[in-house]
């Protein structure tokens, strides 16, 4: 259960490495100007969104409170928002959510979080929601963040530190289900505090959970490990702390800064166990077994530190510089026969961005560059944790991947008049990846050889160009092409049956090419948008059903996306999005593109709708609803060729002032929808057969000071 934050810091907007002021408070229910809104993530410096030449989505502060009132991950937050991104799989795992049916690039404040060397799928589950400010979203490959932004970025922006005198807030919360009380208890706690003494500003916010757990429609207990290895979110414990202290000096030209996040979230279910009762065919769900056979309680560890230098004028140019530690550890469920595996991630890296204003560049005003580096070490291995029990002398099998990374990168800005604006710009990236010696694993057999390590070496030079241009002051047409790279999960290339040398490995790199042409649209009370793309790879992946050994092969992705919103009196807003996806593959590398994409990558229809209303000074509230239509394709990779069904979520929030605080109430699936997600479905597995959570209810009161 995650909690409804307002008060103190709902008004916060913060940027990576710069800030702007948002137009609107929590629960106002009033449209916003686009222009007011900006983004840090589409081209590393502050951008109005009405001024991007790209498709963005951007969450704020407002829209993570009421999401969280009713949602339990950052990637439930996206599927309820964010139109390009797939239906919630309600796990702590990200397995199986895409952007534009591809992997994306997840930064908190910059800081890279996905592990692309050996992709974990918990990225967006690495931070908690209270912690957060503002999501940025750029859906599509680009240039501009390197080093696995293949189908797009999201930036996390954590909270900021206000400036004035110290204001802090409290609060607890609680959720039960109401199919079943009994063990679904859960309670939260959080408490933050801001503000600013001379030069000096600070924020300390710390939050912890203990969730209890999910039961389904019919008030039967769902499994904890839903996916029945990836991970559940029900009967963890889990903690958040983040930190930061800022100085600011030469009549704040310059800032220094220092933040640490530290967040775990770690399982310990007294119904643990996996099951392989379900039954997809005769619609009979996966039951949940008692007990605990994981050797170590399954869940995630992430520590980041971030020190960041900002300078407003160097002879002209705005300078940003970013240097970051982060150390991830993912822990995942033991699954019967196989061993429990970990994947451990530190990284070591810097960014300089350099924003350069050219005025009359072409005989233009406005036109500037930025341009910069960025270098990354990162250390990557899959362990096992209970290595002896499967491997000879308990050796781990698979390599310690060292990765030395770095990119030049230059974008213009380039305003041809008032109404035309043109973007584009170059990357080129340099990876090299020292592989260790490792065992390959046969498990068919099983044999255990040795094989030798060595290098791969990567050299990519990416390019985008992306225009928008006002056809009226409520009209802006925008479109454009850029290009993406991954190295595209080498560590389960390195261990799978398929694997032959290392030069194989190195030829199975991702490039993706990106095309989108749309238009946004904007009133005095109504505001949307609508764009189509289409996205190619030679080397797009998917995996072999039963065995999940990896799949490198040409594919093509196209898609629809909208958004609308609009006010139908100045108390009530209604507004929704729709996304539409098809993808396929071309498995005999002829050219002829002969199967879909499985499920796994390209979710069902989905639409969702809100009704936002607040009829008095002190009470606001929304409905809202999901829907995930049905879909069958004819793959034959893993998560292909099931029929999924269609259904329907609708939650429901309230915020009330009520003494000196708010009181928030949450309720998820609020007509108790006896539901299977889209990825439990395509899983279509006995033992990955769960129902989504019944009906919820959380309540959380909050008193800012």
Do not use: C
Not at 250 to 258: A, E, I, K, S, V
Not at 606 to 633: C, E, H, M
Request: hydrophobic share 35%; charged share 20%.
């Amino acid at each position: 259960m995650k909690t409804f934050r307002h008060g103190a810091f709902a008004s916060l907007t913060p940027m990576l490495l710069a800030s702007t002021a948002l137009a609107q408070a929590a629960g106002e229910g009033l449209p916003f100007d686009l222009g007011t809104l900006v983004i840090s993530a589409d081209n590393r410096v502050e951008t109005p969104v009405s001024e991007s030449t790209r498709s963005v989505t951007v969450v704020t502060a407002e829209e993570i409170d009421r999401q969280s009132a009713v949602t339990t991950t950052i990637g439930d937050v996206l599927a309820n928002t964010t139109p390009g991104f797939s239906q919630s799989n309600q796990a702590l795992s990200d397995f199986g959510q895409t952007l534009r049916g591809r992997t994306f690039l997840v930064l908190i404040d910059g800081v890279p979080q996905s592990t692309p060397l050996r992709d974990g799928r918990r990225s967006l589950n690495s931070i908690d929601s209270s912690a957060v400010e503002q999501i940025e979203v750029v859906r599509g490959g680009n240039a501009v963040f390197g080093f696995g932004a293949s189908g797009g970025t999201v930036n996390i922006v954590t909270k900021r530190p206000e400036d004035g005198e110290s204001r802090s807030y409290v609060e607890a919360g609680f959720g039960i289900s109401t199919t079943e009380t009994d063990d679904s208890e859960s309670f939260s706690f959080s408490f933050g505090t801001t503000g600013r003494e001379g030069n000096v500003d600070y924020l300390f916010d710390v939050s912890g959970s203990n969730l209890g757990a999910n039961f389904d429609a019919d008030g039967l207990r769902i499994p904890s490990d839903t996916l029945g290895a990836q991970g559940g979110t029900s009967e963890t414990e889990s903690y958040s702390i983040l930190a930061k202290i800022g100085l600011n000096f030469d009549d704040d030209r310059q800032r220094l800064q220092f933040s640490a996040l530290k967040y775990q979230i770690e399982a310990d279910p007294e119904f643990g166990g996996i099951s392989f009762a379900g039954d997809p065919a005769n619609d009979i769900r996966t039951p949940a077994v008692l007990g605990n056979a994981n050797p170590v309680n399954p869940g995630t560890d992430n520590f980041n530190f971030n020190i960041e230098y900002t300078h407003e004028d160097i002879m002209g140019s705005r300078l940003s510089a970013q240097i970051y530690y982060t150390d991830l550890e993912i822990t995942y469920g033991k699954f019967p026969g196989f061993p429990q595996t970990q994947i451990l991630s530190e990284k070591l890296g810097a960014r300089v961005t350099v924003n350069t204003p050219i005025e009359g560049f072409l005989g233009t005003s406005g036109a500037n560059v930025t341009w910069g580096l960025d270098v990354l070490q990162d250390e990557t291995q899959q362990l096992a944790t209970d290595a002896d029990q499967f491997f000879p002398g308990g050796v781990q099998p698979d390599p310690i991947l060292d990765q030395t990374a770095r990119a030049l990168f230059a974008q213009l800005e380039l305003p041809l008049s008032d109404r035309f604006n043109v973007s584009t710009g170059l990357r080129h990236e340099w990876i090299d990846i020292d592989v260790s010696d490792f065992i390959f694993v046969d498990a068919s057999v099983p044999s255990f050889t040795p094989t030798s390590g060595g290098s791969l070496s990567f050299s990519e030079t990416l390019f985008n160009v992306t225009a928008s241009y006002d056809v009226t002051d409520k009209v802006q047409i925008y479109g454009g092409y850029s290009e993406g790279f991954t190295v595209a999960d080498i560590g389960r290339s390195l261990t799978d049956a398929t694997f032959a040398t290392l030069t194989d490995v190195e030829s199975e790199a991702q490039r993706t090419e990106n095309y989108e042409v749309g238009a946004r649209f904007s009133g005095p009370t109504w505001d949307g948008s609508l764009v189509a793309f289409v996205s190619e790879s030679d080397n797009g992946t998917t995996f072999l059903p039963g065995t999940i050994t990896i799949l490198k092969q040409p594919e093509r992705i196209w898609g629809v996306e909208a958004t609308a919103n609009f006010d139908v009196i100045d108390t009530v807003r209604i507004g929704g999005t729709l996304t539409i996806q098809n993808g396929e593959v071309d498995t005999n590398d002829d050219g002829v593109f002969d199967e879909d994409l499985p499920t796994t990558r390209i979710p069902p229809t989905k639409l969702t709708a809100y009704v936002d209303f607040q009829p008095t000074d002190w009470w606001a509230a929304r409905i809202q609803a999901t829907y995930s239509g049905t879909q069958s394709n004819n793959s034959s990779a893993f998560g292909g060729g099931v029929e999924i069904d269609d259904y329907i979520i609708v939650d429901a929030y309230s915020a009330f002032e009520v003494g000196p605080g708010t009181l928030n109430i949450g309720i998820e699936n609020l007509f108790n929808e006896d539901y299977t997600p889209v990825l439990n479905q395509a899983y279509n597995s006995s033992f990955a057969y769960a129902r989504g959570p019944g009906r919820t209810l959380s309540a959380s009161y909050r008193v800012a000071f």
